[in-house]
């Protein structure tokens, strides 16, 4: 552990630092000289100073538009806000590089950065994933443009991951009407309906046990709340989607409720019918 002296002269130095730094800055955006503000954003994003390169370069991209610095300073700039984890302006930037310089010595790169900070932006699986759509849009255009990529093993692991968010929101959803029951209709229905469609759009994803066994419950639960005539159906219904997942997953986490769900159908279906 630091000494509290050590501690103080620490600070002092970070806060000497950080003053230095936004000093320069000013009097640099005092002076209004573009081409000194290029040197100094170079300076910047060769020590890591990712702050102060997001403070300097706006002018310089819109002043160098069109040119060989004009694109560097935007793949600079595009990458100091992916850095500062700035993911969403970071990837707008790292977009209008590779549209406004098709041929521009980094575009593959920022092809790639441009996905990967969709990705960090992706929400929360219960919001809207509009944003992972375009993630995976994203990372998917630069797999056919880039098949020989240094990138690519990176990018199929988020894809999956980002297939996986989604499967994640269906997978919500399906349990979501499985709680609603019999509540103003038959939400059971839904359920099945929801997690049979999860599992053809995403058959690879890890929450596939999970799909399978929302099945069977809203299955079973369907079977339990049908009229007379429906029943026996049901009942053959529910164990034929247990031995789906039982097959699938003979040492599933889920497994001693499936087989307790089938010895319990097991009993109600007629030998006759």
Known sequence: MMEPNKIRLFAILVASFLLVSCGEVA???????????????????????????????????????????????????????????????ASEYFQHYYSSYPKGEQVEDARFYSGVCLYHSAPDPRLDQTIT????????????????????????ELLFTL????????LLAAKQYYDLGMFLGNNYKSAIITANNAL??????????????????????????????????????VADRYFIYSNEFPKGKYIKEANRIYQSIEKLISKDA
């Not at 297939?163 to 269906?170: S, T, W």
């Not at 053809?200 to 069977?216: A, G, H, Q, T």
């Open 27 to 89: 009097k640099v955006r005092q002076v209004n000289d573009v081409s000194l503000a290029y040197d100094y954003a170079k300076k910047f994003y060769n020590e890591g100073k990712y702050k102060q390169v997001v403070d300097l370069l706006p002018s310089v991209v819109s002043a160098y538009n069109g040119t060989v610095d004009g694109s560097r300073a935007l793949y600079m700039l595009a990458y100091s806000e992916m850095e500062l984890k700035h993911y969403s302006s």
């Open 133 to 156: 759509h375009n993630a995976i849009q994203e990372l998917q255009v630069f797999n056919e443009n880039y098949p020989q990529s240094k990138h690519r093993s990176q990018v199929k």
């Open 163 to 170: 297939q996986d968010r989604l499967a994640e929101k269906e």
């Open 200 to 237: 053809k759009d995403y058959p690879y994803s890890k929450f596939r046990e999970e799909f399978y066994m929302v099945i069977l419950r809203a299955t079973y639960q369907e079977a339990m709340h049908s009229i007379e005539s429906k029943q026996q159906a049901r009942y053959r219904d």
